[in-house]
């Protein structure tokens, strides 16, 4: 997996847009898909508030937005649809994905029933599994194929990109399936690393890892937290006697 993707033309040449840009890239075009229902035809919008309603501060949001090209109105913010195309079109929003889900247990049918996905051009367009128990049966309006008519099925509907959402131990099997039907793309919900040619992206996405990463960021905060209280609490105050042990802050 590389940490770019192809982006913007610079010179008639692709420029490489780094994977935390596309990410948020994806987060300002929600809030900016929002702002246009919401708001019913608000034009412009200050980079300061379009920052903000993504999380981001402002240099970042600028940074980002300069991988698109100069969209911007110096001292008055950016041109809604406009900005909404662009970011589109990059992040190949502007015309439907089909996708394929395969394993349609607990978190397959979860993500099989979410309506928010169409919204931003993905369609889900197949379903597979093998437990004779699920397949025939409809989720989401679909209907369960077996993971044998995978090529089939997936050739036929146009699929572009395959979700695995099977126990760990099938998960490499199914890949090769996917890889076979031609698909070149694929988010894989299950644990472990996955086989597949060069030409095909995986993306992991491991909810554990997140939680990781913000029990992290908490642990840093109340690090920090606790710093100034130790200093202050070290600190040698009036009538301080030298013989007493200095008191320090320690939270259970
Ligand atoms: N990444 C995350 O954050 C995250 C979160 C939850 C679950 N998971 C993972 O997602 C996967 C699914 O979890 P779940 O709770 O929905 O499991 P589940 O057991 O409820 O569902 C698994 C489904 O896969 C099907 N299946 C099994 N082998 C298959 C094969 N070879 N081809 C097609 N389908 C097959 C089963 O019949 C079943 O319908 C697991 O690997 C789990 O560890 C990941």
Redesign the pocket.
Known sequence: MTGQVGGAREGGRQRAIPEATVARLALYLQVLIALDDGTAGQEIISSERLAQSAGVNSAKLRKDLSYLGSYGIRGVGYDVRTLTEEISRILGAHRAHRVAL?????????LAGYSGFAGRGFVISAL????P??VGREVGGRVIRH?DEAGQVCRAAGVSIGV????????Q??AD?LVAAGIRSIL????GVLTVPDDVEVR???????LQILAFHESRRDAERLVPRVIAETEPAAGFHPAEPARVAVTT
């Open positions: 395969v394993g349609l247990g607990n978190l397959g049918q979860a597979f599994d093998v437990d128990g699920r993971l695995i959402a099977t126990p760990a131990g099938a998960a099997q199914v399936i894989n919900f299950a644990p992991p996405v491991d909810l554990a890892l997140e």
